[in-house]
């Protein structure tokens, strides 16, 4: 029905002015609350106080509850009202009005003046109060509700799942309590199987749960050198490795602070065990590199075979002790060494191959890196025949029977020519022998030993022990070789990373880190200082450098099992 509502209000000359609004609803609606047709607000007048509704001449009163109205004087609960009578709600007075045309109901409504007109703006506001529903019935009921769909529910639902019973579908489960998603490796190893690792309810996973799939990892400090530290117990792994963060910060906490707090300190931190101190990766705050090199030990072992032991030196002042005679200057001259293949001057990556790692080097053998451009001969009358490398036994009986076999049958001398050679003299002429042919034989044959083993050959690479027998056999010892494959055995080096940089790729990014080309020598550790990785990297954000921080470089974690037997396999 459409209504007009009149409402009258004092003027600011003192006298009354009024004004007309039109509304359209089946039902007119009293009271405070703010979706009423006509909203009243004082005391005495409810949120839902009465209703209007036009009948032909009169109008229908219908009170909600215990509300009542004052209507011509008289307080009813419902009743009729015709045009002239007077309708009252708290101070509010209505009187009903001839409706004109169009109209099926006409008010003239005259507000309470005790009610300020901002009064109304703050009516909008909706209180509990002006509902069934009070706060504290409000409040115990969102929290009964809560109580029941985040922990009853899903703790019923996963006792039910723990004790095998499959998860009932649409029930809560312990997956709503997540804080965040797994890393892939872990969310691999337990899916949406929660109590592979919370094992106990409301308990933190434990350090004991990690280590049943992290086998072989231990502390940082081991337990019984613990015991001579300030450190206090260790630490709980989840304290470094936060999941269910991922991919925001990741499962290894990167901050610098972790290490530095106790390894800048390490003096009050660490006490007996000598730790140098480290705060941060400048010339001031971190240690001069050391290196781990492999060197061969006085006294050998049961078997009487050389035993190698592992010292730490300074970069500055290490030096090899492989057994091995080489110079990289004299490969790296292309005056000098050329490639076998087509004439070139070497490279680094001729010799040296990256491993799937992309850390370290696939090791350096004969076989593998010298043989293209190294042959083993040792007659040019007999180019085809190669002496066993690594066997000198081996070779000495070789080389006898070579030449007793030339006594007794000689052969037409090979054509052709031979491929390279180590440089060295021209072989020289066999002296004249007039003894019996095998007598002879052996004599030359005991010549091309003391050559290989004393002027050419074997010694030009290896250095050799010549024990002054009088069996031939026994006579020399080769010293075995032991080439060192990681010179920082705890330290992460990406070489993928390092073979670009600054504008520099291939052999010149590995010659801007290992000055290799002035050496003359196998004993160079050519292992770049503190100084030349500063020269690209700082432990702080710097125009022109790459920010490195400690763990980009260090692990938490000792050597693990498979990182040893995984060594064990190189040597």
């Not at 030339?406 to 001398?413: D, G, K, Q, R, T």
Request: glycine residues 6%; hydrophobic residues 35%; aromatic residues 4%.
């Amino acid at each position: 029905m459409d209504v007009l509502l009149r409402q009258l209000r004092a003027s600011p000359d003192g006298g009354t002015e009024y004004q007309d609004t039109e509304l359209s609803a089946e039902l007119v609606s009293l009271g405070s609350a703010a979706d009423c047709t006509i909203q009243l607000l004082g005391e005495g007048v409810e949120a839902r106080h009465a209703t209007l509704r036009a009948r032909r001449h009169e109008i229908a009163i219908a009170c909600e509850r215990r509300a009542t109205v004052t209507l011509n004087g008289r307080r009813v609960t419902s009743g009729t009202a015709k045009p002239g009578d007077l309708l009252e709600i708290g101070g509010h007075r209505l009187r009903v009005l001839e409706p004109p045309s169009g109209f099926e109901l006409a008010l003239e409504w005259e507000p309470d003046p005790q009610v300020a007109p901002s009064a109304y703006e703050r009516a909008f506001r909706t209180e509990l109060s002006m509902t069934w529903l009070s706060r504290r019935r409000a409040a115990w009921l969102l929290a009964a509700l809560v109580l029941a769909t985040a922990l009853l529910i899903p703790y019923g639902s996963l006792l039910r799942q723990r004790s095998g019973a499959h998860a009932v579908p649409l029930l809560p489960s312990d997956q709503m309590w997540s804080a965040g998603p797994l890393t892939p490796a872990h969310q691999l190893a337990a899916g949406q199987h929660c109590g592979s690792c919370h094992q106990q309810l409301f308990v933190h996973v434990r350090d004991a749960t990690c280590r049943e799939c992290h086998r072989g990892i231990g502390d940082h400090v081991q337990p019984a050198r613990l015991a001579q530290t300030q450190l206090g117990p260790s630490q709980r792994c989840a304290e470094c490795h936060q999941e269910h963060h991922a991919p925001v910060t990741g499962l290894v906490v990167r901050d610098n602070a972790l290490c530095v707090d106790c390894h800048g300190h390490s003096d009050a931190r660490f006490g007996a065990l000598k730790v140098r101190p480290v705060a941060g990766f400048s010339l001031t705050t971190h240690p001069a590199f050391t290196v781990s090199l492999i060197k061969p030990a006085n006294i050998p072992d049961d078997s009487g075979e050389l035993r190698w032991t592992v010292h730490r030196e300074p970069v500055g002042t290490a030096r090899e002790q492989s057994n091995l005679k080489f110079s990289h200057g004299q490969h790296l001259d292309p005056e000098r060494v050329t490639r076998a293949s087509d004439r070139g001057a070497l490279g680094c990556s001729d010799c040296h191959t990256l491993d799937a790692d992309g850390e370290h080097f696939v090791p350096i053998t004969m076989q593998r890196s010298c043989s293209a451009c190294h042959e083993l001969t040792f007659d040019r009358l007999a180019p085809d025949r190669q002496l066993p490398h690594g066997k000198p036994r081996d070779a000495i009986l070789l080389i006898q029977d070579y030449f007793v076999h030339n006594a007794v049958a000689p052969s037409e001398p090979a054509s052709g020519f031979h491929r390279r050679r180590m440089p060295e003299e021209e072989q020289p002429e066999a002296a004249t022998c007039t003894g019996p042919a095998l007598g002879c034989a052996l004599k030359r044959a005991q010549a091309e030993v003391e050559n290989q083993f004393t002027g050419r050959g074997c010694v030009s690479c290896h250095e050799v022990r010549d024990q002054h027998t009088s069996d031939l056999l026994e006579r020399f010892h080769v010293q075995p070789v032991r080439l060192t494959r990681d010179y920082f055995p705890k330290v992460h080096f990406s070489h993928r990373l390092h073979a670009v940089q600054k504008g520099k790729s291939g052999d010149a990014a590995c010659l801007s880190c290992h000055a290799v080309k002035a050496s003359k020598s196998s004993t160079g550790v050519f292992i770049p200082d503190l100084p030349k990785c500063l020269e690209c990297h700082s432990d702080r954000l710097a125009v022109d450098r790459v920010t490195l921080q400690c763990s980009s470089c260090h692990s938490y974690h000792p050597i693990t099992t498979y990182d040893r037997l995984r060594e064990a396999v190189a040597r």
